[in-house]
């Protein structure tokens, strides 16, 4: 038991220290990070940014996703094609992802509005659907509470956290059982530190991944970095760790995935 909790500990700071960009803004240092602003009178409109002021920024990602150590799921390489739009405090994504015999539907919508520019407060809904040809079949529904800190010039969070609600349909017996449904939980952390304005190093714990929606309390690892080769073009990689039964009995690494990507500003 004790061994459960050091590696449980350690997981947990590994996160906290090297964390996805969340599209934080360039900043000059460290230094200004580490000094008090200075209070400003801000103007009551601008307390709270309850919509997008300026254009959003969207994009397009294509990755190529191979799993080192497979689990049922992860057989074979898998290839991913994600569109997005970010304007701060509207996001929405959607992505397809494809490999033998599966397939993968996700979408994100998060709502949070601006709280003197100094944090962000909001909702998250996210579908998910997932066919495995000839098996089964399953659709995730996702509501968060989120909160999002991007006033730091090098350091930035975002965390969320509620409830998973799972439908699967099996083959086998969906002449007597049409449907399963179960509820469990939803929590996510990612933080980045933005070293330049071209290279910034991120990672975060989840129990649930943008194609993966295990039922039971499975936290996955993941870190990785990006560089930004011109404003519209940024490659990267990543890799992730998916643990098994950890806090319910031995920590067992279940899977281990390294991804490459691509993202192009449209």
Not at 56 to 70: D, S
Not at 166 to 182: G, H, L, Q
Not at 256 to 263: N, V
């Amino acid at each position: 038991m004790k061994k459960q909790a050091f590696v449980f500990l350690v997981i947990i700071l590994i996160s906290s220290l090297f964390c996805a960009s969340l599209n934080a803004e360039p900043l000059d240092g460290i230094k200004e990070f580490l000094e008090l602003d200075q209070e400003e009178d801000i103007p009551s409109s601008k307390k709270v940014v309850w919509f997008p002021e300026a254009q959003g920024q969207h994009t397009i990602t294509w990755a190529l996703a191979a799993p080192m150590r497979r689990d049922l799921r992860s057989t074979s390489p898998a290839e991913q094609l994600i569109l997005s739009y970010d304007a701060r405090e509207l996001r929405f994504d959607a992505g397809l992802q494809y490999q033998a015999n599966q397939f993968d539907f996700a979408t994100h919508l998060y709502y949070m509005p601006t709280i003197h520019d100094i944090c962000q407060v909001g909702i998250g809904i996210n579908y998910h659907y997932y066919r495995y040809f000839n098996e089964f079949s399953e659709r995730d529904v996702i509501g968060t509470l989120r909160f999002r800190w991007i006033k730091g010039p090098v350091f930035s969070f975002e965390v969320g956290a509620g409830y998973l609600y799972k439908v699967a349909s099996i083959e086998a017996v969906r002449e007597y059982t049409p449907n399963i449904y179960n509820f469990s939980y939803n929590f996510d952390f990612i933080s980045s530190w933005q070293f330049t304005s071209s290279f910034d190093f991120w990672g975060g714990l989840k129990l649930q991944d943008y194609f993966d929606y295990p039922l039971a309390l499975s936290p996955i690892l993941k870190m990785g970095m990006d560089f930004k080769c011109n404003p519209n073009l940024t490659f990267g990689f990543d890799g992730s760790l998916k643990f098994i039964d950890m806090f319910f009995s031995a920590v067992y690494l279940n899977e281990t995935k390294l991804r490459l990507l691509c993202k192009v500003a449209i």
